[in-house]
T-cell receptor, first 110, second 113 residues
Framework: QKEVEQNSGPLSVPEGAIASLNCTYSDRGSQSFFWYRQYSGKSPELIMFIYSNGDKEDGRFTAQLNKASQYVSLLIRDSQPSDSATYLCAVNDKGDKIIFGKGTRLHILP | EPEVTQTPSHQVTQMGQEVILRCVPISNHLYFYWYRQILGQKVEFLVSFYNNEISEKSEIFDDQFSVERPDGSNFTLKIRSTKLEDSAMYFC???????????FGPGTRLTVT
């Protein structure tokens, strides 16, 4: 059974600081990696995707992928109260489906 | 910006009844998906659909479930005889190609009483 593991949190970060979210996955054959943000009662919103080892930056967000360690992370710079949400790590293997982690609850402290 | 839409936003049904959840994927996308999320739990894959047939399905997607693309825009999930444990948020998603990023619709909250 392929697994995606995340710390459930909550992770509390002061406004303006960097939030660091981590994720590990079990299947070495995984090819595509995603971070979704989910507000309570809402659908997952795609915020970052990464397919190659290394860093990928988009605005305040940076995704980092290390396939050798089977590790994906998301950094959020200059955290804002609106960033408070649950962040879902998701991994796509050779098939169609995305396997989601349980999510990390992030709380930005004003 | 194109988005996935879903109707209805909330569906209440009695146990044993049939329900159909509807989705309009993003127009140039080729792969379509249904996921569900039981309250407080993680998002779970149900089924993927490509070229008018099921591409992959999970163990959750048993004979009570079916999917269809009745026309060029809609994508539906049918549950033939609902159970209490089918109560969940159901999300439709679509992607341009297999393994590419998937975009989710707003979801349908299904409540089975």
């Amino acid at each position: 059974q392929k697994e995606v593991e995340q710390n459930s949190g909550p992770l509390s970060v002061p406004e303006g600081a960097i939030a660091s979210l981590n994720c590990t996955y079990s299947d070495r054959g995984s090819q595509s990696f995603f971070w979704y943000r989910q507000y309570s009662g809402k659908s997952p919103e795609l915020i970052m995707f990464i397919y190659s080892n290394g860093d990928k930056e988009d605005g305040r967000f940076t995704a980092q992928l290390n396939k050798a360690s089977q590790y994906v992370s998301l950094l959020i710079r200059d955290s804002q109260p609106s960033d408070s949400a649950t962040y879902l790590c998701a991994v796509n293997d050779k098939g169609d489906k995305i396997i989601f982690g349980k999510g990390t609850r992030l709380h930005i402290l004003p | 910006e194109p988005e996935v839409t879903q109707t209805p936003s909330h569906q209440v049904t009695q146990m044993g009844q049939e329900v159909i959840l509807r989705c309009v994927p993003i127009s140039n996308h080729l792969y379509f998906y249904w996921y569900r999320q039981i309250l407080g739990q993680k998002v779970e894959f149900l089924v993927s659909f490509y070229n008018n047939e099921i591409s992959e399905k999970s163990e959750i997607f048993d004979d009570q479930f079916s999917v269809e693309r009745p026309d060029g825009s809609n994508f539906t999930l049918k549950i033939r005889s609902t159970k209490l444990e089918d109560s969940a948020m159901y999300f439709c998603a679509s992607s341009v190609l297999q393994t590419y990023e998937q975009y989710f619709g707003p979801g349908t909250r299904l409540t089975v009483t």
